[in-house]
């Protein structure tokens, strides 16, 4: 029989050493080859949110931040490290995103030139634009790349002298505190129109957006608007609730019907809202609902009818709902329709060689100052203003606020909660050494 050298247990360490350190280096350059990240924080607070990363990925060139920030902060610590960090994020995936820091007190007239107000403003400059943040969040730095990333501001028109809702107007009812400001923040240039002095809407207006107005529009005014859908014009219609107030003529030229009432939804008082909302959950496929899941609330919302096929749906609502003439708590057969309701509709035609574009809501409330922070109605209005401009590629959810972490508890799951800890554990952790105690002496 051949006769066998057992191993010495040296040379055995040292082969096991060998290949733990080869397997470890194998392992080490597939993770380089193949990297992959998983976010398990809560709310994936170390990650950025879809809309952010489908930003990133319409810049074409390099981005450059330059954070004007001294080394360290009397409030915050190191001011620098944590912007550092946050905009890591951003560099995962957009590698030409340039970052550098300017000491303020070792460089001030480089700080004074660039016009810097406070410690920790960030410049961001992308294809010769910049703009300035002096809060930075991910709603804040996505939203100026947005903006960046528009080749040119361009003007969103709203219909103004009759009462209407101003798109940059701070009342209650009017639309500029949330929806307009995240119009400019996006990029796009804000004006208003009043027909009974301008000689027709101006050809540099990318859209207009008309609202309900409060008193009866000049046969010229209607001239002036019939025209400007007649030349392909884009439009954003936020029809609410009462008469039309002489926009009869334009709702004939778009093949709308208006019916008359509002819209009821049994559905709201389940989230503790009045059942004259109707709550928009289910949304039908087109470009400005890709990938939109989020809740809407239209306050007082009327119906939306058609008579040419040229629309298209965007949303309808209370399925287990009906449109009442009176906000009637029961349906009324005689009277009522039942649902689901059509309150939004979008047609994309060519007219003049021109691919018009044109959404009509049946509501304006649902952008005014009082409702917009309700659910997504302000990401829903803010991808209607992008499609209408035909800056499809922007449109998208945007970046999600962190959800409440506060935990409410009642006073039975606290006093519950107490007894376990205070009383039932102890005993517990009490009976377990005595029997143990017990179990040893007897052994």
Do not use: C
Not at 47 to 75: E, F, H, M, N
Not at 94 to 118: C, G, M, S, Y
């Amino acid at each position: 029989m051949p006769r066998k050298f057992p191993v010495s247990n040296p040379l055995r360490n040292l082969l096991f050493v060998l290949l733990l350190a080869t397997a470890a280096l194998g392992l080490g350059y597939l993770a380089s080859l193949h990297p992959v990240e998983r976010d398990l924080t809560f709310n994936a607070g170390n990650s950025l949110a879809p809309a952010s990363i489908s930003t990133l990925r319409q810049l074409s060139g390099p981005v450059v931040i330059t954070v004007y920030a001294t080394t360290k902060d009397v409030r915050l610590g190191d001011i620098r490290k944590i912007i550092g960090d946050f905009v890591s994020l951003y560099q995962r995936y957009k590698p030409d995103i340039r970052l550098t820091f300017v000491d303020p007190t070792k460089e001030p007239e480089k700080t004074r030139t660039a016009n810097i107000q406070l410690n920790g403003e960030m410049v961001v400059e992308y294809k010769g634009r910049s703009e300035h943040l002096t809060t930075i969040n991910e709603d804040t730095l996505t939203g100026a790349l947005l903006h960046l990333a528009h080749a040119s501001n361009q003007t969103v028109m709203y219909l103004d002298g009759d009462g209407e809702r101003k798109l940059d107007g701070s009342a209650n009812h009017d639309l500029g505190l949330i929806f307009g400001a995240k119009l400019k923040q996006n990029g796009f240039r804000i004006e208003s129109l009043n027909l009974a002095i301008a000689q027709d809407v101006p050809a540099n207006a990318s859209m207009l957006v008309i609202s309900q107005p409060q008193a009866n529009l000049m046969p010229g005014e209607i001239d002036k608007l019939l025209r400007y859908v007649d030349r392909g014009g884009n439009l954003l219609w936020l029809i609410d609730p009462g008469p039309l107030h002489g926009l009869e003529r334009l709702a004939e030229r778009l093949d709308l019907q208006l019916p008359p009432g509002i819209v009821i939804d049994p559905s709201a008082t389940q989230m503790n809202a009045p059942d004259t909302w109707a709550l928009g959950t289910g949304y039908t496929q087109h470009p400005i609902t890709s990938g939109f899941n989020l809740i809407t609330a239209f306050p007082f919302a009327r119906p939306l009818a058609w008579t040419d096929n040229h629309w298209r749906v965007l949303l309808d609502v209370a399925s287990t709902g009906w449109v009442s003439e009176t906000p009637n708590k029961e349906f009324d057969k005689k009277r009522d329709t039942r649902g689901p309701v059509t309150i939004a509709l979008a047609s994309e035609r060519s007219v003049n060689a021109l691919d018009q574009r044109i959404v009509v809501v049946g509501n304006g409330a649902f952008l005014s100052n009082s409702f917009a922070g309700n659910g997504g109605n302000v990401d829903l209005g803010v991808n209607m203003v992008n499609w209408l401009a035909h800056d499809d590629s922007h449109i998208s959810v945007q970046p999600r606020k962190a959800p409440d972490s506060n935990i409410a508890l009642s006073r039975s799951q606290l006093a519950s909660i107490s007894v376990a800890f205070l009383v039932a554990l102890p005993l517990l952790l009490l009976g377990a050494g005595i029997y143990l105690w017990w179990k040893r002496r007897r052994a």
